[in-house]
């Protein structure tokens, strides 16, 4: 009995890991990427935490608060090919033009680019035993997703976002 249950354990501490892990398949990050790493986050504009709460979905929350992640492919995004912009699903603000969205093939949205340089902060991450790359609204500091080096041209790189952080609206 016990070694089931400690056999479920393990296999359940895999299962977290491989959920966690599962958008950072990528190599380390390059310099290119590492320029632009910020140690903390000042945000222009600050939300109240109650108002979130009620004008946010739990997941939505969560992921932009308390940065989590979504499941891959389990968000509404990462197969949207519509036209269009998305943009902070806290603030508003335009982060991502649907012209730079790829197949990752990851279940999340991929984007190559951010809408311009100041519309996202890249901050270093280091949590569960790893080195990423954190991907934040520069606006309002929302948790977005990560950035990898391993994304295709013209930058190289694969900004791997949560839907839960995003709001698409159609050109
Ligand atoms: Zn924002």
């Known amino acids: ?36 790493i910020e140690d903390s986050v000042k945000t222009k ?6 108002d979130l709460r009620k004008r946010l979905t ?5 992921v932009t608060q308390h940065k989590g992640t979504e499941a891959s492919y389990s968000g509404k995004y990462w197969d949207n090919h519509e036209d269009g912009i998305y ?6 603000t335009k982060l991502f ?10 279940g999340w949205p991929s984007f190559f680019k ?3 340089t100041t519309a996202t902060k890249n901050i270093s991450d280091n949590g569960y035993n790893m080195t990423r790359t954190e991907v934040v609204c520069a606006t309002c500091g929302a948790h977005l997703g990560h950035v990898f080096d391993d994304g295709p041209q013209p930058t190289g790189l694969r900004y791997c ?3 839960a952080s995003l709001d698409f609206k159609k050109r």
């Open 1 to 36: 009995m016990k070694t089931t249950r400690i056999t479920r354990t393990i296999l359940f501490a895999l299962l977290v890991l491989s959920s966690v892990a599962g958008c950072s398949r990528a190599k380390t990050e390059t310099a290119v990427i590492a320029d632009i």
């Open 45 to 50: 504009v600050k939300f109240n935490d109650d």
């Open 58 to 62: 739990k997941e939505q929350y969560e």
């Open 87 to 92: 943009s902070c699903i806290v603030c508003n």
């Open 97 to 106: 033009d649907s012209k730079t969205k790829f197949e990752s093939g990851t």
């Open 114 to 116: 951010a809408i311009s």
């Open 161 to 163: 976002m949560n839907s």
